[in-house]
């Protein structure tokens, strides 16, 4: 009785063990994906900025604006960008903007998440 008692303890904390294990990998995939989507970004001086218009997304008006970066080679590219919970920034500073794409109507915008100074 006695060692059936201590088999089934280690049969347990096996179970224990192996679920643990797949929990863990699981999460850490996870974890792994955002951060992978969080190293998405521009990097540049902006040169010019203007509010463009709206787009509708999920039954809401959103504004966007067309950004001009400057690259460190000097050159200018465009981008139809979406900030979210901040201000869109002020011109001739150097930036990181991180950012997710949202399309709409075949148009791809670029969903402004952080910005950092360099």
């Given at each position: 009785?006695?060692?059936t008692g201590i088999?089934?303890v280690i049969?347990?904390?096996f179970?224990?063990?192996f679920?643990?294990?797949i929990?863990y990998s ?6 792994e994906?955002q951060n992978n ?7 540049g001086?902006?040169?010019h900025?203007?509010?463009?218009t709206t787009?509708?997304?999920d039954?809401s008006?959103i504004?966007y604006?067309i950004?001009?970066l ?12 979406i900030?979210?919970?901040t201000?869109p920034p ?6 990181r903007?991180?950012?997710?794409t ?6 791809t ?10």
């Amino acid at each position: 009785m006695k060692i059936t008692g201590i088999i089934g303890v280690i049969i347990v904390t096996f179970i224990i063990i192996f679920v643990a294990s797949i929990t863990y990998s699981k999460v850490e995939s996870i974890r792994e994906t955002q951060n992978n989507k969080a190293d998405q970004f521009f990097e540049g001086a902006i040169i010019h900025i203007n509010k463009n218009t709206t787009i509708q997304i999920d039954k809401s008006t959103i504004p966007y604006w067309i950004v001009t970066l400057r690259d460190e080679s000097n050159e200018s590219t465009s981008y139809p960008m979406i900030f979210e919970d901040t201000y869109p920034p002020l011109q001739n500073i150097s930036l990181r903007l991180y950012y997710r794409t949202e399309t709409v109507d075949d148009e791809t915008y670029f969903w402004i998440t952080q910005i950092e100074q360099i």
